[in-house]
């Protein structure tokens, strides 16, 4: 079954310094009804003003995936760690037993991001983060593989996808022109979210902020007359 939302349902919060569409529950947003979908705790599609974020707060037992759309982005936390996340940068986060960061841009421009939160396999690992910059070719008309929980997958042709500890995958795919297939298997969940761009999906128009909720064995069908660009999540069987 595939269930779609659009964008205006999608929780808005303006802080000032930034602002944040959610799909779930997550901060100070609680929904009862839409606090998770399989092992997916939170999608937060962030877009902060230049010089302003987050300053140093804690996770405790997350595995986070951080997708740069545009922009630059500060990352400081209590490992000792200081780096620069750019367009196309993809981060992820084990909280483990407990970790604290602060994120903020540090361009003249403002920065997009996608945060996705999931719930991990096994609970209070020692924290860790790992960053890595790709350019979009790699997932031009393809689900390029960003992060897995299988040491070793491929996201391209020597290129090992970054592994964290959840029963999940995240793709990312940039459709122009041309119609893509992904196949969910039977007893696994995904969500489709579409970043930029207008498309549909099984026929029915998605536009940017919109996403797709998938229960069970379908075929997602995805075409873009001239771009569309999507986060994919799949989550195996029993989630």
Known sequence: MIKLYCASQRNYANFGWGKAYRLFSSHNFYDPANTHFGSILAVNDYTLLPGLGYDMHPHVNLEQIFIVIKGELEHKDALGNTLTLNENSVQHITAGSGYARSIRTSGKAPARYIGIWLAPKTE??????????Y????????FFTLASDTPGKESAPGRTSIVFNSASTVYRAAIRGRTLDFPVAEGCNALLYLINGEATCNGKPMRP???ARVTGEETLSLHAPTFGDYVLVTMGGGQ
Not at 125 to 131: A, H, R
């Open 135 to 142: 350019t979009p070719d790699l997932w031009e008309n393809a």
């Open 124 to 133: 209070n690992l020692v924290p860790k983060q790992e960053t890595r910059s």
């Open 209 to 211: 902020g919109d996403h």
